[in-house]
């Protein structure tokens, strides 16, 4: 099993990035793909997750107004839209796969929790 995190970059504040997970090696609908965050100093953060099995969906209440889950009409793909960045949501941003009832737990990571790469999304002021 694979997951690829990818479209970070650099963006003004203000600005808008969506972020891709591809997920391989998955049964189809038998998983939860969440988005993690960590900056520089910080302890790693839930961002959101979405179900592949009933498309249920979590987001962190500070960021619900910014960052929206979703996920391709391909399952294998999961995508993060971030809309008005600001600087202090620069961090590396994680995708990763647990149970597809992950949504009603609020995403929190657990030892089952498998972890893709991290991509940097960095916000300049």
């Known amino acids: 099993v694979q997951l690829q995190a990818s479209g970070g970059g650099l963006v003004q504040a203000g600005g808008s990035v969506r972020l891709s997970c591809a997920a391989s090696?998955?049964?189809?609908?038998?998983?939860?793909i969440a988005w993690f965050r960590q900056a520089p100093g910080k302890e790693r953060e839930g961002v959101a997750c979405i179900s592949t099995s009933d498309g249920s969906t979590f987001t962190a209440y500070s960021l619900a107004d910014r960052f929206t889950v979703s996920r391709a009409n391909v399952r294998n793909t999961v995508y993060l839209q971030m809309r008005n960045l600001k600087p202090e949501d620069t961090a590396v941003y994680y995708c990763a796969a647990d149970l597809p009832t992950w949504p009603r737990s609020g995403c929190r990571s657990g030892t089952e929790t498998l972890w893709g790469h991290g991509t940097q999304v960095t916000v300049s002021s």
């Open positions: 090696g998955f049964a189809d609908g038998r998983y939860a």
